[in-house]
């Protein structure tokens, strides 16, 4: 399963990770052209010499991280959409996810067991997982509580008004909250872009939220966000129920928009 969370990739975040690539690689260029010439002019003395330098080796191994993380989508394998019940992954992710958050985070688990199944990927919706689970690790550098939850929610049209984005109807919400950092308004702003990183150089990519709001689009939902600094952060993924009847019967299968039924 753990090897099948490092293959199960996104089209959708591919996609969305194709223009933030090239945003990132000409700003790392920039730089690395930048101080070259002004090395080459002889600008550069004494101290903001080392510091020119270190600027286009810093620039070089970002750049290096970069097509690394492209070049790990780009093996992606191919996604096998299965109908399941998210409760059966959180269960069978429990063990490791306890592992990756350390021992000064402690998780718990409140599992809905009618909240439904959906129609997934498993290996992705297990990425969606592990990747919440990580932010919500390094948002709680000394500790805390990381919850996941599952619900059956149901969206009527009147509460979607200012969400024409969502369909109405009935969704499996998976949440994953921790009691860290929160984010600033600003923060919250671009957590979706790809690249985007508060991390630094070497520690965050800035790919693990593009994934989950592609891997979650994709497969027909949409993901939100609640946030407030000093108390934590709710990260909620809606996918759309899918109603099975009898043995594996599927009686209404979701519309996955751009997947293939
Ligand atoms: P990365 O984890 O590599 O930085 P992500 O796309 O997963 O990339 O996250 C982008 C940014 O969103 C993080 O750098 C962080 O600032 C913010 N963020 C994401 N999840 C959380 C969280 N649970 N608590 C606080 N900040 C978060």
Redesign the pocket.
């Known amino acids: 399963l753990e090897e099948q969370f490092r293959q199960a990739q996104k089209m959708e975040a591919v996609g969305l990770l194709a223009s933030g690539v090239a945003h990132d690689f000409n700003n790392l260029l920039t730089v690395i052209n930048g101080y070259s010439e002004m090395l080459l002019a002889g600008m550069m003395t004494g101290k903001s010499l080392g510091d020119a330098y270190a600027a286009i080796r810093d620039a070089g191994e970002r750049a290096a991280g970069l097509t690394n993380q492209l070049l790990a989508f780009s093996r992606q394998s191919v996604l096998q959409p299965r109908v399941f019940d998210p409760n059966e992954i959180v269960a069978e992710t429990g063990k490791m996810l306890t592992r990756l958050i350390g021992e000064d985070v402690r998780m718990t688990t409140t599992l809905d067991p009618m909240a439904g199944r959906v129609k997934v990927d498993p290996g992705q919706f297990g990425q969606v997982l592990m990747?919440?689970a990580?932010?919500?690790r390094?948002?709680m550098p000394t500790g805390g509580r990381l919850t996941i939850e599952t619900h059956r929610v149901v969206l009527d049209a009147d509460g979607l008004m200012n969400r024409p984005d969502v369909h109405p109807g009935a969704y499996v919400m998976t949440a994953v909250s921790?009691t860290?950092?929160?984010?600033s308004d600003a923060?919250k702003a671009?957590?979706?872009e790809p690249f985007?990183?508060?991390?630094g150089v070497g520690?965050?990519?800035?790919?693990?939220?593009?994934m989950?709001f592609g891997i979650i689009k994709q497969s027909g939902g949409h993901v939100e966000v609640y946030?407030e600094l000093g108390i934590?952060?709710t990260?909620k993924v809606f996918l759309p129920a899918v109603e099975v009847r009898g043995e594996g019967t599927v009686a209404e299968t979701v519309r996955i928009p751009g997947g293939e039924e």
């Not at 985007?196 to 991390?199: A, G, L, Q, R």
């Open positions: 990747n919440l990580v932010n919500a390094d948002a921790d860290g950092s929160g984010m923060v671009r957590i979706f985007f990183t508060t991390k520690k965050g990519t800035g790919l693990g939220l593009a989950v946030s934590g952060t990260v």
